[in-house]
């Protein structure tokens, strides 16, 4: 069972940047395809951003697209979240997931991780 750890959240101000990191125990972690999910109380699970194993195709959501970015480093096992000019709607708690296949839906998405919270203040 592969584990999952994030880190990179706290707290900042709107317009401001975080980067999330992802790494994973795996060893075949190369082989998959990554994504970053989001969740609230009021909105439930979102998805937000995905890659595919290689790195080299994308998909995000409207909602963040232009802002965030999404990259991996397979030597490292680990999945990058780059978040720019953040909102206080991008308040959430942030999971990166193992994908079962690459595709921008979170029926897509495997396990997961504990997650990280991100707070955005207006």
């Known amino acids: 069972q592969v584990q999952l750890v994030e880190s990179g959240g706290g707290l900042v101000q709107a317009g401001g940047s975080l980067r999330l990191s992802c790494a994973s125990s795996k060893r075949s972690f190369r082989q998959y395809p990554m994504g970053w999910f989001r969740q609230t109380p009021e909105k439930g699970r979102e998805f937000v951003a995905d890659m595919n194993s290689g790195g080299s195709d994308t998909y995000y959501a409207d909602s963040v697209k232009g802002r965030f970015t999404i990259s991996r480093d397979n030597a490292k096992n680990t999945v990058y979240l780059q978040m720019n000019s953040l909102k206080p709607e991008d308040t959430a708690v942030y999971h990166c997931?193992?994908?079962?296949?690459?595709?921008?839906?979170?029926?897509?998405?495997?396990?997961w991780g504990q997650g990280t919270q991100v707070t955005v203040s207006s």
């Open positions: 997931a193992e994908q079962y296949t690459f595709g921008a839906s979170l029926a897509d998405f495997g396990t």
